[in-house]
């Protein structure tokens, strides 16, 4: 009887183990999965939060910048003419050509190529400009100065000469904001 007994308590000891082994495996299997969802949903808030900060980084930065661009975009303003202030530009190279005794005649070709944020627009033209070797390097030396109020690339000229003059007859490109 003795046996049976400590056999009976043997087996019922034997089970209440295992049947605490297999209550704390699922446990921590349930418990796991939950700890892994919240740890995902928490390193995923953690990471909107540090791009938002960094958003909000970059934006005060921006601003503290902004009086400095307003002072380029101020010098870009008097150095580069709006597409309409393009208008102007035969007339002010005929009065240019006046100056120093050169007769000039432009005409704008081909397709406007419209400015964005970061790139100057564009306009093509063609010229030519007639008048003596010292007369006509004074007057390519004006084209090309600062305040001029016009920002001019010259892409091809040709020279040619009758004896007395030179025509110079060209292709360049002027850039707009």
């Given at each position: 009887m003795v046996k049976k007994r400590f056999?009976?308590?043997?087996?019922?000891?034997?089970?209440?183990?295992v049947a605490s082994i297999a209550v704390a495996a699922a446990a921590i299997s349930f418990f796991s999965g939950s700890f892994?969802?919240?740890?995902d949903v928490i390193t995923k808030d953690r990471e909107e939060v540090q791009e938002n900060t960094d958003a909000v980084a970059d934006l005060a930065q921006l601003e503290a910048a902004a009086p400095q661009a307003a002072q380029y975009q101020a010098a870009i303003d008097q150095l580069l003419p709006d597409q309409y202030g393009l208008v102007t530009y035969t007339q002010w190279l005929a009065q240019l050509g006046a100056k120093y005794n050169v007769s000039t005649n432009a005409a704008f070709q081909g397709s406007v190529v419209t400015s964005t944020e970061t790139t100057a627009g564009t306009a093509q033209f063609s010229f030519?400009?007639?008048?003596?070797?010292?007369?006509?390097?004074?007057f390519l030396k004006g084209m090309n100065d600062k305040t001029s109020?016009?920002?001019?690339?010259?892409t091809s000229f040709d020279v040619t000469s009758d004896g007395t003059n030179e025509t110079v007859t060209?292709?360049?490109?002027?850039f707009f904001h």
């Amino acid at each position: 009887m003795v046996k049976k007994r400590f056999t009976r308590q043997l087996w019922i000891s034997f089970g209440v183990v295992v049947a605490s082994i297999a209550v704390a495996a699922a446990a921590i299997s349930f418990f796991s999965g939950s700890f892994s969802a919240q740890a995902d949903v928490i390193t995923k808030d953690r990471e909107e939060v540090q791009e938002n900060t960094d958003a909000v980084a970059d934006l005060a930065q921006l601003e503290a910048a902004a009086p400095q661009a307003a002072q380029y975009q101020a010098a870009i303003d008097q150095l580069l003419p709006d597409q309409y202030g393009l208008v102007t530009y035969t007339q002010w190279l005929a009065q240019l050509g006046a100056k120093y005794n050169v007769s000039t005649n432009a005409a704008f070709q081909g397709s406007v190529v419209t400015s964005t944020e970061t790139t100057a627009g564009t306009a093509q033209f063609s010229f030519s400009a007639k008048g003596s070797p010292d007369n006509l390097t004074t007057f390519l030396k004006g084209m090309n100065d600062k305040t001029s109020g016009f920002l001019v690339s010259l892409t091809s000229f040709d020279v040619t000469s009758d004896g007395t003059n030179e025509t110079v007859t060209g292709q360049g490109i002027l850039f707009f904001h």
